[in-house]
């Protein structure tokens, strides 16, 4: 009998502490631990009591990364909570933020955490030393986005102008032109990206999966829409009767199934759920002979970056009618309610629920894209390393790596809970 | 000048039209808040009822600038110096106090020649207009009322008309216009009533008047610094925001290894722990010292050094200040 | 000389914000090798000259850690406001400061890039960085932007330290206090302003308690008592 | 019109160690100055700092500087043939003119001695116009003061009294603050002073020469303020409707007085 355990004690390139643990007797998969050992962030008590405008402020702050992804579904879910009305304008605008923020993420990642693995270096700063224009390339896609969200939201991480209903500041046409110029500007070198990345050498391996994203029966919905999964469609105030989340001891972060299910969210779920990828993205896809829906596990790194060209387009469609913004007094009809909100971050669904009492956060809920991810990560890994389970050490561990970091795990946002169980709380 | 003249409301537009041909104008003009901009079209100017937000003070001595920058290079540095070459310029629809600020600025700026704030103050003109009814805060008759003693022409809303007075030859020249019509002695008396109307009512609200000079160094270990030291938040609004506060900082910057760099100014307050700070000690370490050095900079040193009050009572640090110290309280408390 | 960035927890918002200085992080690679940098490097080192920490300890491990990093640094920078101040986490967490001695703290959620780079100039060419000793209201009223807590906002910009160039106002949000306050701050005065100005006691607690709880302790047991 | 704010480029020809913390830069070009007078020097990206001219004329001056901040330490750590800039000079100087046919003393504390060096160097030059000379300086420490290479030389024109406050192996001189050697200068009938030095001792040491009957009209003192724009603009050394930069450093007692700004600041100059 020969038995071997592979084990990453801290997973690099990936935002946030995670570590991975492959046990294999005889060829064959004994045991597979993708576990999370991040400090728990109690983001859910500490919110608990707060007010409602500190919401988006404070949930923002459980990821550096997708801060404007949890703002916008915060605010949403204290709108719906507290039945405030959003005019299309505003949609619009966050759709922006969204967007470009969207793009940045998927830049960072492709480039910086991704692109390593498949070129064969250690990191990005050692490629910058190789191939320092494909480095400068990203860094300046990567700038380019944050001025946009910037535009908008003030600055790119942690935004600081949105409001419940609207924004804090005016947003002039000339914002939104600069917005719209930029992204011109940067469309061709997206296309360049997304060729980059069609055209590099994935892990073949393939699993049937469930996919879950938001559906608007339009196109590929950031913002809003129902939360759809291959097989049903249900309205995102219906999440808990379907998504249940539950704890694994080798974890600080929580685990999600969806109607006793794993399943996948993010940029490759988002595509095989809509279809619908606008032209000139459909077209690259065909071109590199990439069809969706797919199961093979390495394509969300195409998909991420067939995205961005499919969200570039949709963002220069809004910016281009989108008119001034002028801040407005809000109402806000009642201090007392329930919300939920569902929207699309980059690495997948992210559904924000609060009940807000005069004014106040009761309880709260929040579960985030890695939180859903995490358990269909190690099924995968599961399946595939079985597939390579003769190959050596090495090969194992670096083809494991190149999977757990295609779904662009997001370890700090997934740690955001309290876990009632027997690990302490240090905190 | 013994000829008074008036011009018609609807030709104002044409008068500035025709001022800007000939000098960059700067007028109110309202946004967020209303202060004076460089204007591009009249349309954009906002004649308030009484004085902008924020002062005159920024034209001339803005709130960051560059000195100058240096670059090194084999033998030494080469310096660059950042003093821009001169504007002629018009301000139109300065209020008494804002127009009066200048000639303290003046003063302390030009003591000793500021080449940065000369450049920009020379030689320009000053249209100004009389104020249609104060704010609450304000309280310039304290220092002689609404009219400064130095002007080029100024304005004053008589109905469809302005009256005209000219202060200067520089004045004199810019009314030769045909847009200028003579004004009658009904015209004059109308501008005296509605300037003599204002002023009271800043009399009724102020409550009060300062003799000219008056001593109030024995007031100097007054209990009165004891309790506005406890409430002041040392923010440094009422020092940036009054148009005779002048006092900057000097900061040196760099590019990341030091090869290159830049000198520049900033308003300095000082309301802040390290103003009066040395390499030794600070010397207004107690934040009542540091709100006493402010009044009695205004009031007690600038009458020493150059005779006058440091003050126009535009009222802004009255306006601006959180803790609601209210200047006016205070000088009634040390005049008394 | 080289620099390592670590992550303790935190949303790695500071990481993310240090990348974001883009190009300017290759001119900073022609002074500083980047030992250590989790977020985008496999192969991580120490010991490193300057360390720069983001977030907070928040198990022994982490404290393990944290204190590992302090014997191999030269330079040990608390960066952002979780690490200097404790942050959002405040209420439960204690900043890097607590566990190790700390040289420099770079405040804000994020820091300021501005602030940053004058940082690094100053590690690169060895010239003194201070604690700025006013206040964001500062900062904002040269800026000329006009006062929203004249306008009737919970504005925290009186007492907190300067240095982001008054972002948030500027945006037209008020502070939120997410640098923690400086030491000449008048911080019972300005809740006894914000309570003349017709805000409740709870209110003002929460606006206090929200990123800058450690330093306003003291005033937040004051108002309490009230 | 020449623009006061520019330095002009100055090099550095010498570096002499004074003392464990001090040095005296000898910087090209010079410039004509009074003794007393200050520039403010630049480093180029640290900032600017005032400091006395110790000694020097239009083809060289020397600046004699203690490390302490930001400026001063990068300054100590330049090299022989390294650029500063320089403005100035700036201030009023020593009344020099006063002291001709009179007495004068000279008091100095520690780094005080600095902007005392150029009077001490017209005092050996102009040795006749006076009456009685004497240099009364202290330094926390005999290693600490400054320009004893010089003191040789000094002696052939004046006395001078020497304390320290911690004496180290060797010292035979006096130990004790200034203001004990204050108290030995009966003999002075008509005597202008000269002081410079921490502000405890200033004080002390004014307050003893006034018991002693000198004059408060006869006392001249150099004071040290954050002066940044050098020129009387910026406000920082401004007190009681006086600028430290322009129309000081040097102030007779009474005036300096002023600079306390009353008892109760007790911060400052003479507290």
Redesign the interface.
């Given at each position: 009998m020969v038995e071997k355990k592979i084990e990453i004690k801290?997973i690099?390139?990936?935002?946030?502490?995670a570590n991975l643990t492959i046990e294999i007797e005889d060829d064959r998969v004994k045991r597979v631990a993708f576990g999370i050992?991040?400090?728990?962030?109690?983001f859910e008590t500490?919110i608990i009591g707060?007010?409602y405008h500190?919401l988006p402020?404070?949930t923002?702050?459980?990821?550096?990364?997708c801060?404007v992804a949890h703002q916008i579904a915060s605010i949403r879910a204290v709108e719906d909570a507290l039945g405030i009305e959003v005019s299309e304008q505003v949609k619009d605008l966050r759709k922006l933020m969204l967007i470009s923020s969207h793009i940045q993420s998927h830049i960072?990642h492709l480039y910086?955490?991704a692109l390593?693995d498949y070129i064969g270096v250690?990191?990005?700063?050692e490629l910058?030393r190789k191939d320092?224009k494909l480095?400068?390339k990203a860094?300046?896609l990567?700038?380019a986005c944050?001025y946009m969200t910037a535009l908008i939201g003030?600055?790119?991480?942690?935004p600081?102008?949105i409001?419940p209903g609207g924004?804090?500041?005016?947003i002039t046409k000339g914002m939104i032109d600069k917005y719209l110029k930029k992204m011109r500007e940067i469309y061709p070198f997206l296309l360049e990206s997304a060729e980059l990345f069609l055209s590099l050498d994935y892990p073949p391996y393939e699993r049937e999966s469930e996919y879950v994203a938001l559906r608007d029966g339009r196109g590929i919905p950031l913002y809003e829409g129902k939360i759809a999964t291959m097989h049903a469609v249900f309205d995102a105030h219906e999440y808990g009767e379907h998504i249940k989340e539950r704890a694994v001891d080798y974890s600080t972060a929580k685990r999600s199934l969806i109607d006793g299910r794993d399943f996948m969210v993010g940029a490759l779920a988002r595509i095989n759920i809509n279809g619908k990828l606008r032209e000139d993205a459909r077209e690259l896809a065909n071109r590199f002979g990439i069809r969706f829906p797919s199961n093979r596990v390495a394509w969300i790194n195409p998909a991420q970056a067939l995205e961005n060209v499919h969200y570039a387009m949709e963002a220069m469609e809004i910016a281009e009618n989108l008119k001034e913004y002028e801040?407005e007094k809000i109402e806000v009809p009642r201090t007392d309610g329930e919300g939920v909100a569902a929207i699309e971050a980059p690495r997948g669904l992210l559904i924000h629920h609060y009940v807000i009492e005069k004014g106040k956060c009761r309880y709260a809920n929040i579960i985030t894209p890695t939180a859903m991810n995490a358990e269909n990560i190690e099924r995968s890994l599961e399946g595939y390393v079985s597939k390579i389970a003769d190959e050596d050490d090495g090969f194992i561990r670096k083809e494991a790596e190149k999977v757990i970091r295609a779904y662009d795990p997001c370890v700090?946002c997934s740690?955001h809970v309290m876990r009632i169980g027997k690990m302490?709380t240090?905190? | 000048m013994d000829t008074f003249v008036k011009i018609a409301k609807s030709k104002l537009k044409d008068f500035l039209q025709h001022i800007m041909e000939n000098y960059t104008l700067y007028a109110p003009v309202k946004k967020k808040i209303s202060r004076f901009e460089r204007i591009e079209d009249p349309s954009q100017i906002c004649l308030l009822p009484n004085r902008t937000e924020i002062s005159l003070k920024p034209i001339f001595l803005p709130p960051k600038e560059s000195l100058f920058r240096w670059k090194k290079v084999e033998d030494g540095y080469i310096i660059e110096d950042c003093l821009n070459g001169k504007e002629k310029k018009v301000i139109f629809g300065a209020k008494g106090c804002d127009v009066a600020s200048l000639k303290i600025l003046d003063l302390y700026m030009m003591e000793v020649s500021d080449p940065y704030y000369a450049s920009r103050r020379k030689d320009t003109i000053i249209i100004g207009i009389t104020c249609e009814y104060p704010r609450e805060s304000c309280f310039c008759t304290a220092f002689g009322g609404m009219i400064p003693d130095e002007y080029d022409l100024w304005l004053t809303d008589i109905g469809d008309y302005y009256f005209v007075d000219i202060g200067s030859e520089r004045g004199k020249e810019l009314v030769s216009m045909e847009l200028f019509e003579r004004a009658s002695p009904e015209d004059e008396e109308r501008k005296r009533e509605k300037i003599e109307r204002a002023e009271q009512e800043i009399r009724k609200m102020a409550k009060i008047e300062l003799e000219e000079y008056q001593d109030m160094e024995d007031k100097f270990e007054d209990k009165i610094w004891e309790e506005l030291g406890d409430i002041c938040l040392s923010c440094g609004r009422c020092n940036l925001i009054c148009p005779t506060c002048h006092c900057f900082d000097v900061r040196d910057i760099t590019n990341l290894d030091g090869s290159a760099g830049e000198r520049i100014r900033v308003w300095d307050s000082c309301h802040l722990f390290e103003f009066a700070k040395t390499s030794a000690e600070n010397f207004r370490r107690d934040r009542r010292a540091r709100v006493r050095y402010r009044i009695y900079d205004k009031f007690v040193f600038s009458v020493k050094r150059y005779k006058l009050y440091a003050c126009v009572g535009c009222g802004r640090c009255i306006d601006s200040c959180h803790a609601g110290i209210d200047i006016r309280d205070v000088l009634r408390r040390l005049i008394r | 000389m080289n620099i390592g960035i670590f992550s303790l927890s935190c949303c790695e918002g500071c990481s993310v914000e240090f990348l974001n200085m883009e190009e300017e992080i290759l001119d900073i690679l022609n002074h500083f090798g980047i030992e250590n940098f989790r977020l985008v490097k496999e192969v991580n080192k120490l010991p490193v000259d300057v360390a720069f920490v983001e977030g907070v300890p928040a198990n022994e491990n982490e404290v393990a850690k944290l204190l590992e990093i302090r014997r191999n640094s030269e330079i040990l920078v608390a960066l952002g406001s979780c690490s200097a101040t404790g942050g959002v986490l405040a209420p439960g967490a204690k900043p890097v400061g607590h566990y190790v001695d700390v040289d420099h703290c770079l405040y804000g959620c994020p820091f300021s890039r501005d602030e940053l780079k004058e940082f690094l100039t100053s590690i690169i060419i060895d010239k003194a960085f201070g604690k700025k000793e006013y206040s964001v209201c500062m900062e904002c009223s040269l800026l000329e932007n006009g006062c929203l807590l004249e306008e009737g906002y919970l504005c925290m910009g009186p007492i907190t330290v300067a240095g982001c160039n008054a972002l948030c106002p500027s945006n037209g949000k008020p502070c939120l206090g997410c640098r923690g306050s400086y030491e000449d701050a008048n911080l019972k005065s300005h809740a006894k302003i914000l309570l003349d100005k017709g805000f409740s006691k709870d209110e003002i607690i929460d606006a206090f308690s929200l990123f800058s709880h450690r330093d306003l302790r003291e005033v937040i047991e004051w108002l309490k008592r009230r | 019109m020449s623009n006061p704010y520019i330095p002009s480029i100055a090099k550095i020809m010498d570096i002499i160690d004074e003392t464990p913390d001090t040095k005296t830069f000898v910087i090209e070009p010079g410039l004509s100055f009074k003794p007393g007078q200050f520039v403010e020097l630049t480093v180029f990206g640290y900032g600017e700092a005032p400091f006395s001219i110790s000694g020097g004329n239009e083809d060289s001056i020397e600046l004699s500087i203690r490390a302490v901040g930001n400026v001063t330490r990068k300054l100590h750590a330049m090299k022989i043939g390294e650029h500063i800039g320089i403005r100035g000079p700036f201030g009023n100087g020593w009344p020099l003119e006063k002291a001709e046919g009179r007495d004068l003393l000279i008091v100095a504390g520690g780094i005080g001695l600095a902007p005392l060096k150029p009077v001490i160097e017209w005092v050996c030059k102009n040795r006749s116009k006076l009456n009685e000379v004497t240099l009364i300086y202290g330094a926390r420490k005999p290693s600490l003061l400054l320009f004893k290479r010089m003191f040789e030389e000094w002696k052939k024109c004046m006395n001078i009294l020497l304390t320290v406050d911690e004496p180290e192996e060797g010292w035979k001189g006096e130990v004790g603050v200034v203001t004990k050697l204050c108290g030995k200068v009966k003999e002075f009938s008509d005597a202008l002073t000269f002081m410079c030095g921490p502000p405890v001792m200033m004080k002390y040491a004014s307050k003893t020469l006034i018991d002693l009957g000198f004059s408060p009209d006869d006392l001249y003192l150099s004071l040290e303020r954050n002066m940044r724009c050098g020129i009387g603009i910026c406000g920082h050394c401004a007190v009681s409707g006086m600028y430290v930069c322009k129309d000081g450093p040097i102030f007779p007692l009474d005036e300096a007085l002023k600079f306390i700004e009353k008892p109760h600041e007790v911060q400052g100059v003479l507290d």
């Open positions: 801290e690099t390139k990936i935002e946030g502490h050992h991040e400090g728990l962030r109690h500490l707060k007010r500190y402020e404070l923002s702050r459980i990821c550096g990364i801060n960072l910086f955490l390593p250690e990191s990005a700063i910058a320092i480095v400068k860094f300046k990567k700038e944050n003030g600055r790119a991480v942690h600081c102008t409001l924004f804090s500041k005016r801040p700090s740690v302490s240090f905190l | - | - | -």
